[in-house]
């Protein structure tokens, strides 16, 4: 059975940090790529980052850039997303999720590129 699991979540004041973590089990996934993507209240999935197989070749939504930087650990099967200087609205449920393809593709933003999801997890930034 594959599982993506999200840890890592909380609540944090604006301009501090958090680093989430999301363990694969179920399937070897150091050969897929793999993102990050979030969820407000009332809002669509968005993406928020992508990382192919090695971890060489990442992308960023315009809206995290130089403040979230994903990375992976392929001997644990893990992905990270750390997460400074945050704002009030980057306050969202937070996914991980995985595609059956080493390479970022081209359209690595958007959820249906993605085989596998996970649960979620509850960030909060408060003002």
């Known amino acids: 059975q594959v599982q993506l699991v999200e840890s890592g979540g909380g609540l944090v004041q604006a301009g501090g940090s958090l680093r989430l973590s999301c363990a694969a089990s179920?399937?070897?996934?150091?050969?897929?790529?793999m993102g990050w993507f979030r969820q407000a209240p009332g809002k669509e999935r968005e993406f928020v980052a992508a990382?192919?197989?090695?971890?060489?070749?990442?992308y960023y939504a315009d809206s995290v850039k130089g403040r979230f930087t994903i990375s992976r650990f392929n001997v644990k099967n893990t992905l990270y997303l750390q997460m400074n200087s945050l704002k009030p609205e980057d306050t969202a449920v937070y996914y991980c999720?995985?595609?059956?393809?080493?390479?970022?593709?081209?359209?690595?933003?958007?959820?249906?590129?993605?085989?596998?999801w996970g649960q979620g997890i509850q960030v909060t930034v408060s003002s």
């Open positions: 179920g399937r070897t996934f150091s050969s897929d790529a």
């Open positions: 999720a995985a595609r059956r393809s080493p390479g970022l593709g081209q359209r690595p933003q958007l959820p249906i590129e993605y085989d596998y």
């Open positions: 990382i192919n197989w090695s971890g060489g070749s990442t």
